[in-house]
């Protein structure tokens, strides 16, 4: 036990040290959901992924971070939404910038009872992986939770898991997709093998085919596509091409003149359809493995920065007139409180989004909601359950 906390506070510190990363590589996502389609699992590979976590827990042994109270480890379900930060470095060729990148994720219920906790998440969210059974698709909370995404324009990438189980069905679920949800989506990646064969995916952007060994291989492996997916990979990326090139301009004269687009090219027009909510790439396979390293890529080079959205607007309390916040440190503070809660620990905590400016311990600002001046306590950076004391909080 007392090696799990050395570990866990030099997560803390590592945290701290990398804390100063600019806005336009930060990425604040949550993970939604029906409930069992696998977002704390997608969590905890994509902690491990990112080195924040050493071990990979499990929903069933009640061993998960974002799942740290007693209720959730017992019946296996997230009731209460965890936030957490993690880094990662995007080294390859890409859409954005290479570098070290920030990635705020908010893991949120997928029942039905605790739909009023992701809404509350979904409404300060930039982006969001929704998760879905690869088995049956669209189910009937996957549709509440899209449905509240839509309502708060939530960037979107979503994710069919569980492929590698009895049952799994990739083209039905896509369908399910488009037809229930009205989705303009379309796949990125398709899966190599179905059900017990499953054992990698073809990336439609690149064409090759990125696989692994077993469930402990960390390491994907680059190869050319099996002769018995040419044809069906062909076929989707064509559909992929054909559903983007509208957000881009060289892709669409590409496309419009029969010629290849390069995989920046695809990607970009990605991006720009992602962040105007108006396209959704879908990602196929099984979360618990090495693949999660094609989610992380895809939440850093199609989902919004902090910058890539429009500033915030608000209602000045003093003069009732309409405000403009940009989305950066040099403004004015402003932030909103969607969360409040007791800890055993410290009390009373507000969970705060910030959009501009920054925050001192110990700073005075304005309530508008009571009408009142409040004075910051302790300010603190949560990792689930884990709380990491900070002098001052930023955009």
Not at 198 to 208: F, R, Y
Not at 210 to 231: A, F, G, M, Q
Not at 380 to 385: E, I, R, S, T
């Amino acid at each position: 036990m007392a090696e799990v906390q050395k570990k866990k506070s030099a997560m803390i510190m590592t945290a701290t040290k990398d804390r100063d990363v600019p806005l336009e590589k930060i990425r604040n996502m949550g993970i939604i959901a029906h409930i069992d389609a696998g977002k704390t699992t997608t969590t905890e590979r994509i902690l491990f992924e990112t080195g924040k976590t050493y071990k990979l827990g499990s929903v069933d042994e009640g061993t998960t971070v974002t799942d740290w109270m007693a209720q959730e480890r017992e019946r296996g379900i997230t009731i209460m939404s965890a936030a957490i930060t993690t880094f990662w470095d995007l080294m390859n060729d890409s859409s954005v910038e290479k570098g070290h990148y920030r990635i705020n994720i908010i893991d949120t219920p997928g029942h039905i009872d605790f739909t009023a906790e992701v809404e509350r998440s979904l409404r300060v969210l930039d982006g969001a992986l929704m998760v879905f059974d690869g088995r049956t698709g669209v189910e009937s909370q996957s549709e509440t939770v899209w449905h509240q995404a839509d309502k708060y324009k939530v960037p979107r990438i979503c994710v069919l898991n569980k492929l590698n189980l009895i049952g799994a069905d990739f083209e039905g679920s896509i369908k399910s997709i488009r037809e229930r949800l009205g989705a303009n989506a379309a796949a990125v990646t398709i899966p190599i093998g179905i059900e017990h064969e499953h054992k990698g995916v073809v990336d439609l952007i690149t064409m090759k085919a990125l696989t692994y060994s077993s469930l402990e291989d960390n390491k994907l492996t680059e190869s050319e596509i099996p002769t018995e997916l040419v044809d069906q990979a062909k076929k989707y990326r064509k559909e992929l091409i054909e559903k983007v090139s509208e957000f881009d301009d060289i892709t669409l004269t590409k496309f419009l003149e029969g010629q290849e687009p390069t995989s920046e090219e695809i990607k970009k027009a990605i991006r720009k359809g992602v962040i105007a909510v108006k396209f959704f790439p879908i990602f196929g396979g099984d979360n618990r493995t090495a693949e999660a390293q094609l989610l992380l890529r895809g939440v850093v080079e199609y989902l919004p920065s902090p910058l890539d959205l429009l500033a915030i607007e608000g209602v000045n309390p003093k003069t009732g007139e309409k405000e403009i916040r940009h989305r950066k440190n040099e403004e004015k503070f402003s932030a909103l409180a969607f969360k409040v809660m007791t800890d055993p620990h410290v009390g009373r905590l507000v969970y705060l989004r910030i959009y501009s400016g920054k925050v001192s311990a110990g700073q005075e600002v304005s309530n508008s909601t009571k009408q009142i001046k409040e004075r910051i306590g302790k300010l603190v950076l949560m990792h689930a359950d884990q709380r990491e004391l900070v002098k001052e909080a930023f955009a």
